[in-house]
């Protein structure tokens, strides 16, 4: 795995951290999946975060509180923290 992307995907990692902490909201997720998912095609066009990224879409256009927000979108990315547990490398 090339560092850049054991980079962005330790990130995206961190960021499911941060909103299950309170610690940062649904679109900044939102937001660095785009950004994560146009940069890993460089790398690995295998792994696709499109679902991911438009699950969290269709939550943030509901308008939900941000708790409701929250919660919806740590259940549309629980499989991704699998996935992102499998991708990296165990240190």
Same mark, same amino acid.
């Given at each position: 795995?090339?560092?850049?992307e ?6 995206? /990692?961190? #960021?499911?951290?941060?909103? /299950?902490d309170?610690?940062c ?6 937001d660095?999946?785009? #950004?994560?998912?146009l940069?890993?095609?460089? /790398? ?7 679902g991911?990224?438009t ?20 259940n549309s ?12 490398? /165990?240190?």
């Amino acid at each position: 795995m090339h560092d850049s992307e054991k980079q962005i995907l330790e990130n995206l /990692f961190d #960021a499911l951290d941060r909103l /299950f902490d309170h610690k940062c909201q649904v679109v900044d997720v939102h937001d660095l999946l785009f #950004a994560s998912e146009l940069a890993l095609k460089e /790398f690995n066009p295998s792994i696709d975060l499109s679902g991911y990224r438009t699950a969290l879409s269709l939550i943030l256009k509901k308008n939900s509180s941000y708790e409701e927000q929250r919660k919806s979108a740590l259940n549309s990315t629980e499989t991704l923290r699998s996935e992102l547990n499998e991708l990296l490398p /165990f240190e």
